[in-house]
């Protein structure tokens, strides 16, 4: 008998970007015309479509999952088009020509959140990177630049806000209690961009003059009830268009700028021309409901969107191969704005420490590719930390390399270059080079290697001069088993030990496998400060005395430096810890430098709050996991947690008078105020470690005296993580309070579900288990489902449970939710793909749920091609 479900799926084919062939047709013109329902919306679309030079080809047009109900070609009724599995095929005369083709879509029936789709009630829309074939058939593809025409036509009680891309151009009421409204967008863009919002939603209002004076309508839509909650958003959109013209000479170009925030949302946000679409989550925030690190969020993602418009959408990219041309780049822009409107030292410290916990392990593990990869399967899998954040990395060194001003004269050359026009990465970087003078030859490897490079830094002193050997490997990563050196910029510094001072920053650039820098004039060793700022995003082998590294804590005027030195003081301690590498007198060393050093951070008055929080941060479980060859995840657990509780009980009285004083601080969004409320819920944190039931009963006061969700969330977070018996009543009734006194709200209940799942607590996953069947939890939700399994997934004690349950827990939610939303199905697939990073009992089970998963039929092609790229 044959198990027809067994029956192995074609695999999808796979992409290759040296296969890029240059459009046939063009689509200079499109019209829409929406007949808007949330089940059965009915779209007219017609394409004036232009051969390209002497092709010969067929016009193909995308479709996904949509049937073509009528084809006219000039406006004839035609038959002569064929299906070529999704795509739709017309064998056409002339050389220009119009056809309309009329598709009819289910919008309520869309749980993957891709093309049209419906959002309690609203419609709107999420093109990138291939939904608008799930729209209508059309060359889905960036290099296709089009002029948008939209009309659409809905119940007014039900839509009576009617959006999309550019400018309103007419608007009318129907007898029979529809109404209508026609969108004109004057700039060319590929359908990736395309976008319509038809709800019921009320906009927030202002305005922005750019210096050539144009005057720019601003809105952000949201449900009722909801505008409130936008101030800092419009802020924050205000900001970065002066930013924008400031610091890249970018100005906005249409008179009306829309941003609509949607609660269910595959992503953070979308750049669609003249109309972003956000998830709620970036947009809504007041004290009450939203922490610090909420309003810092919500200021980058809106910044990122709005960058976007000239680096995204002015120049877009011309296939999904470079991708990294427009995110990586934008990223960068993002972070230098966040850096100018706060704390530029502690910004950095937090892009770097993102990169090493979510992109580290990507360039390490079996799903590595470079920043602008060379094949995929499914391109919703490669919006990646890789492609974004060490994509921002790349584009930072060159800022290194060429500084400020001449990296200036390269980004202006490469929009003056390119505005209009479908740009590679490789046009990128020929910009950089032109405009500001630089040889970038042999920098081009970043974009074709993946994996970390590892520098190892030796530093030997003889007579009066310092001499620096420094070497670099790049380990071998999927399909790439050899390596090229890199081009490493290094800020570096060397420190007199006397002085404590260093005598001025250099620029080393590590070009070979090996290369030795000389130092004259120091009569002693000195003690070496590298990759400052962390001017190059690679890993450092640095063998260096416990001794420098407390000098370089204490001393470092490079606030990077002065937190890296701190990290590597207790990752050093932690590895050797976990490795059995550590007897109890050099253990007791350890824990004394690292403990001197916090006492000195605490007392340290010359440092502001928010910056000595970044100091006090213990490396992450994940991070010290990244510097084993084999991980045992809860030996790094215990002897991280062993680390905090001796930082806790060690300086009791000093974490005691820290949240006395932090506690003392009045609610503002001023960076003193924010400061004190990072260390109030650290200082809780090490005196949980320790002392469980002084931190609940001060936890249980922050979270009774909270006017704002920072120190709420924290309280409740600690609360969350306590397990001891006398304090369980604290927690679960934290924990009750919090639901009832937020019902209703989803990003606070969100928040909920996270603290629970991300627990310290040694019951979390049972808890988790509890949570997927409360009435709160739904799976069509992307904020909700993220919320209480992506927390889960980073939380190393409960994902990595012994007997593999956490694993089955993941494998089961990826087989769960994969018919329902692929794309961030996919996205649960690699914590599970770290497996041969794991110690080998733990690894056997998660290849076991991998190798589960494989076998399910009817797998999407997003976590088909993820799953199978684990086990390889
Ligand atoms: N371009 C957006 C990211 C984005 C990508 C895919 C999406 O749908 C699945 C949505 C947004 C950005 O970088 O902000
Ligand atoms: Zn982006």
């Known amino acids: 008998m044959t198990d027809l479900s067994s029956t192995p799926a074609v695999p999808a084919p796979v992409i290759h970007r040296a296969d890029y062939r240059p459009p046939e047709w063009l689509v200079p013109e499109i019209a829409l015309d929406f007949a808007l329902s949330l089940t059965a919306t009915h779209v007219r679309a017609d394409l004036e479509v232009q051969r390209v030079g002497t092709a010969s080809g067929p016009l193909r047009l995308d479709g996904d999952g949509i049937a073509a109900k009528s084809v006219l070609i000039d406006g004839t009724a035609h038959n002569d088009w064929y299906m070529d599995g999704d795509s739709l095929i017309i064998d056409l005369p002339g050389e ?15 749980t993957q959140l ?64 529809t109404h209508w409204a026609e969108w004109h967008d004057p700039w060319p863009k590929p359908s990736y961009l395309f976008a319509l919002v038809a709800g019921d939603l009320v906009a927030s209002r202002d305005s922005f003059t750019t210096r050539s004076g144009r005057r720019v309508d601003l809105a952000i839509y949201v449900r009722a009830g909801d505008e409130t909650r936008t101030g800092h958003a419009m802020k924050a959109l205000i900001d970065s268009m002066r930013w924008d013209e400031d610091v890249y000479g970018r100005e906005y170009d249409l008179d009306l700028f829309n941003i609509v925030a949607v609660a269910d949302f595959n992503a953070g946000a979308m750049e669609n021309k003249g109309l972003n679409v ?17 309003y810092d969020a919500i200021e980058g993602v809106v910044a990122h969107e ?34 100018d409107m706060g704390s530029a030292p502690v910004k950095r410290i937090e892009d770097v420490r993102i990169l090493r916990a979510a992109q580290f392990p990507e360039d390490s593990g079996p799903l590595a590719h470079p920043i602008r990869p060379d094949a995929y399967q499914e391109i919703s899998n490669f919006y990646t930390a890789t492609v974004y954040n060490k994509g921002a990395e790349v584009i930072r060194m060159m800022t290194v390399l060429a500084g400020p001003e001449r990296f200036r004269r390269g980004t202006d050359l490469y929009f003056d270059r390119h505005d209009g026009e479908a740009a590679t990465c490789e046009d990128f970087v020929r910009a950089i080079e032109d405009g500001a003078e630089l040889d970038l030859g042999q920098f081009r490897r970043w974009y074709e290697q993946a994996g970390t490079p590892r520098v190892t830094a030796t530093l030997t002193h003889a007579g009066d001069t310092a001499t620096l050997v420094l070497s670099q490997t790049v380990p071998a990563t999927p399909g790439q ?49 590298i990759n400052r700022g962390f001017s190059a995003p690679v890993a450092i082998d640095l063998p260096m005395e416990t001794a420098d590294l407390v000098f370089l804590a204490a001393h470092d005027d490079d606030p990077f430096a002065r937190y890296e030195a701190m990290q590597q003081l207790m ?17 007791g060393e350890g824990l004394a430098a690292i403990r001197d050093v916090y006492a000195s951070v605490l007392a340290d008055a010359a440092l502001d709050d928010l910056m000595r929080g970044e100091l006090l941060i213990l490396p992450g479980e994940g991070y010290i996991a990244e510097q084993l060859a084999q991980a045992d995840p809860s030996r790094i657990h215990a002897e991280r947690e062993a680390l905090k509780r001796w930082l806790g009980s060690q300086l009791a009285g000093p974490w005691q008078a820290l949240h006395d004083r932090c506690t003392a601080v009045p609610y503002s969004l001023e960076a003193a105020a924010r400061g004190a409320r990072k260390l109030k819920t650290q200082a809780l944190v090490y005196l949980a470690a320790s002392d469980p039931v002084e931190a609940a009963r001060r936890a249980k006061a922050q979270y009774d005296a909270a006017d704002n969700m920072t120190d709420r969330q924290g309280a409740l977070m600690v609360l969350a993580g306590i397990g001891t018996a006398e304090c369980d009543e604290a927690r679960r009734a934290a924990l009750a309070d919090f639901h009832a006194r937020f019902a209703g709200n989803a990003l606070v209940i969100d928040k909920w579900f996270s603290i629970q799942a991300s627990a310290l607590h040694p019951d979390t996953l049972a808890h988790v288990t509890a949570l997927a069947a409360h009435p709160d939890f739904t799976l069509t939700n992307p904020n909700r489902v993220r919320a209480l399994y992506m927390a889960f997934a980073a939380n190393p004690q409960a994902f990595h449970a012994a007997d593999g349950a956490g694993y089955r827990m993941i494998a089961d939610l990826i087989l769960k939710l994969d018919p329902i939303n692929g794309n961030v199905a996919a996205r649960f697939v690699p914590p599970l793909g770290r497996w041969r990073r794991i110690e080998p009992t733990r690894a056997a089970l998660m290849r076991a749920e991998l190798e ?19 086990l390889e």
């Open 114 to 177: 891709s093309g049209l789709y419906a959002s309690g009630g609203m419609l709107c829309t999420q093109c990138e990177a291939e939904g608008f074939r799930r729209i209508t058939f059309f060359p889905d593809r960036p290099d296709v630049l089009s002029r948008y025409t939209v009309r659409m036509t809905g119940e007014k009680a039900a839509f009576p806000v009617l959006l999309s891309n550019g400018n309103p151009v007419a608007s009318g009421d129907n007898a029979d209690g």
């Open 852 to 870: 589960r998963i494989a076998a399910a039929p009817g797998l999407s092609r997003d976590v088909r091609e993820q799953v199978s790229k684990s």
């Open 278 to 294: 956000f998830n709620t989550r970036y947009i809504l925030a007041d004290p009450e409901t939203a922490t610090d690190g909420d």
């Open 306 to 339: 709005y960058f976007h418009n000239w680096s995204g959408n002015r120049v877009t990219c011309r296939d999904w191969f470079q991708l990294s041309l427009k995110e990586g780049f934008t990223v960068l822009r993002d972070q230098q704005f966040s850096a």
């Open 96 to 110: 220009r020509h119009t056809v309309t083709i009329e598709t009819e879509i289910n919008p309520a029936a869309n």
């Open 571 to 587: 990752v050093r301690h932690l590895v050797a810890a976990v490795s059995g590498d550590l007897p109890d007198e050099a253990r």
């Open 481 to 529: 088993p050899d390596k090229q050196p890199m081009v490493i910029p290094l800020r570096t510094a060397l420190f007199d030990r006397a002085t404590g001072q260093h005598r001025g920053e250099q620029l080393l650039v590590l070009t070979e496998p090996e290369q030795t820098f000389t130092f004259p004039g120091f009569t002693a060793p000195p003690v070496l400060s």
